[in-house]
């Protein structure tokens, strides 16, 4: 069954109030690569890309950290 055109508003009303929007580019085939690395870990592309910073982030974190030490 198709979703009405009220709960298509509904879900882009609720997706513009919780959530930010980042758009990314990435050079010709490197979607491809990313798409398929995500696949094999078992998530999607937008959970891996999240993952992935996430892990910088922390990672450069640490990293300050040790150099304030």
């Not at 069954?1 to 490197?30: E, F, H, L, T, W």
């Not at 690569?33 to 870990?41: F, K, L």
């Not at 992935?52 to 982030?57: K, N, P, R, S």
């Amino acid at each position: 069954m198709p979703i009405s055109k009220s709960q298509q508003r509904a879900v882009q009303a609720y997706n513009k109030k919780s959530y930010d929007d980042i758009r990314v580019r990435a050079k010709k085939g490197q979607r491809a690569v990313i798409q398929s690395h995500a696949e094999q870990m078992g998530e999607s592309v937008n959970s891996f890309v999240l993952r992935a910073i996430d892990e910088t982030i922390m990672r450069d974190k640490n990293k300050e950290n040790k150099l304030d030490t």
